[in-house]
Protein backbone atom coordinates (compact mmCIF):
# COMPACT_ATOMS: atom_id res chain seq x y z
CA UNK A 1 0.00 0.00 0.00
CA UNK A 2 2.71 2.47 0.94
CA UNK A 3 4.60 1.80 -2.21
CA UNK A 4 2.36 3.79 -4.24
CA UNK A 5 2.83 7.35 -1.94
CA UNK A 6 2.54 10.35 -4.30
CA UNK A 7 4.52 12.65 -2.06
CA UNK A 8 5.83 12.69 1.74
CA UNK A 9 4.44 16.14 3.70
CA UNK A 10 5.62 17.37 6.61
CA UNK A 11 2.80 17.63 8.97
CA UNK A 12 3.33 21.29 9.89
CA UNK A 13 2.39 22.05 6.26
CA UNK A 14 -0.92 19.94 6.87
CA UNK A 15 -4.26 21.79 8.38
CA UNK A 16 -5.28 20.35 11.72
CA UNK A 17 -9.45 20.41 12.32
CA UNK A 18 -9.40 19.82 16.08
CA UNK A 19 -13.30 19.32 16.01
CA UNK A 20 -12.64 16.41 13.55
CA UNK A 21 -9.29 15.45 15.42
CA UNK A 22 -7.79 14.81 11.53
CA UNK A 23 -5.34 16.61 9.67
CA UNK A 24 -5.98 17.19 5.92
CA UNK A 25 -3.77 18.57 2.62
CA UNK A 26 -4.81 19.23 -0.53
CA UNK A 27 -4.53 16.87 -3.45
CA UNK A 28 -4.39 17.52 -7.20
CA UNK A 29 -7.44 15.67 -7.93
CA UNK A 30 -9.32 18.67 -5.95
CA UNK A 31 -10.51 16.82 -2.35
CA UNK A 32 -8.17 16.50 0.50
CA UNK A 33 -5.84 13.43 2.07
CA UNK A 34 -7.03 13.08 5.31
CA UNK A 35 -5.59 10.84 8.12
CA UNK A 36 -7.08 11.13 11.92
CA UNK A 37 -5.16 11.72 14.63
CA UNK A 38 -5.74 8.40 16.33
CA UNK A 39 -4.40 6.95 13.41
CA UNK A 40 -0.87 9.06 13.45
CA UNK A 41 -0.88 7.75 17.55
CA UNK A 42 -1.18 4.48 16.29
CA UNK A 43 1.73 4.69 14.38
CA UNK A 44 0.09 5.15 10.76
CA UNK A 45 1.67 7.50 8.39
CA UNK A 46 -0.48 7.25 5.56
CA UNK A 47 -2.62 9.75 4.38
CA UNK A 48 -5.15 8.98 1.89
CA UNK A 49 -7.40 11.17 -0.59
CA UNK A 50 -11.25 9.86 -0.59
CA UNK A 51 -11.75 10.34 -4.27
CA UNK A 52 -9.01 9.12 -6.03
CA UNK A 53 -6.26 6.57 -5.05
CA UNK A 54 -3.26 9.31 -4.11
CA UNK A 55 -1.51 8.91 -0.96
CA UNK A 56 0.73 10.83 0.78
CA UNK A 57 3.21 9.67 3.84
CA UNK A 58 2.78 12.16 6.67
CA UNK A 59 6.40 13.14 8.39
CA UNK A 60 6.47 13.80 11.78
CA UNK A 61 7.17 13.03 15.63
CA UNK A 62 4.10 12.28 17.94
CA UNK A 63 5.73 14.09 20.57
CA UNK A 64 4.77 17.31 18.42
CA UNK A 65 1.28 15.68 17.95
CA UNK A 66 -1.75 17.74 20.05
CA UNK A 67 -2.71 16.50 23.19
CA UNK A 68 -5.42 13.98 23.30
CA UNK A 69 -8.55 15.47 23.28
CA UNK A 70 -10.85 14.31 25.97
CA UNK A 71 -14.68 13.98 25.56
CA UNK A 72 -16.77 14.83 28.44
CA UNK A 73 -19.65 12.64 29.13
CA UNK A 74 -22.86 13.41 27.27
CA UNK A 75 -24.44 16.33 28.76
CA UNK A 76 -22.01 17.69 30.54
CA UNK A 77 -21.35 20.30 27.37
CA UNK A 78 -25.65 21.10 28.25
CA UNK A 79 -24.82 21.47 31.69
CA UNK A 80 -21.93 24.07 31.30
CA UNK A 81 -24.17 26.15 28.98
CA UNK A 82 -26.79 26.38 31.17
CA UNK A 83 -24.19 27.28 34.00
CA UNK A 84 -23.47 30.03 31.51
CA UNK A 85 -26.86 31.45 30.74
CA UNK A 86 -27.60 31.18 34.56
CA UNK A 87 -24.61 33.26 35.46
CA UNK A 88 -25.56 35.71 32.13
CA UNK A 89 -29.21 35.79 33.68
CA UNK A 90 -27.57 37.18 37.25
CA UNK A 91 -25.22 39.53 35.95
CA UNK A 92 -28.13 41.04 34.22
CA UNK A 93 -30.61 41.11 36.67
CA UNK A 94 -28.32 42.44 39.54
Do not use: W
Amino acid sequence: MADNVYDEIEIEDMTFDPKLQIYHYPCPCGDRFEIGIADLRDGEEIAVCPSCSLMIRVIFEEKDLPKEKKDKPEGEEVKEEHKMEEAKAVAVAA
